[in-house]
């Protein structure tokens, strides 16, 4: 089993910032992406920003050049730093990690989900 767990969500201001952090534990034998989701309540969950193995990088429209995603192979674990945080930020913010478990077996993994809220 592996078991993510997430860390870093809380209030802040407007223009503040936050850095969350998602950690995998578990029978790992690699991770081919890691990513960051955010939903708010009767919307769909949306992609906020990915990171490969590999070390390619996407984002949202929207958080492009106030949020950079990285990854640490050596600790599991994918962070999310967040600048000039905007009040439509707000959002219940999910980790996603594709884990290689045994040769040829990978599954997708969430973690619970932490707040962000960004209000004055």
């Known amino acids: 089993q592996v078991q993510l767990v997430e860390s870093g969500g809380g209030l802040v201001q407007p223009g503040g910032s936050l850095r969350l952090s998602c950690a995998a534990s578990?029978?790992?034998?690699?991770?081919?992406?890691m990513a960051w989701y955010r939903q708010v309540p009767g919307k769909e969950r949306e992609l906020v920003a990915a990171i490969t193995s590999g070390g390619s990088t996407n984002y949202h429209d929207s958080v492009k050049g106030r949020f950079t995603i990285s990854g640490d192979n050596a600790k599991n674990t994918v962070y999310l730093q967040m600048n000039s945080l905007r009040p439509e930020d707000t959002a219940a913010y999910y980790c996603n990690q594709y884990v290689t478990v045994v040769r040829g077996q990978t599954y997708s993994y969430w973690g619970q989900g932490t707040q962000v809220t960004v209000s004055s």
């Open positions: 578990g029978i790992i034998l690699s991770i081919t992406r």
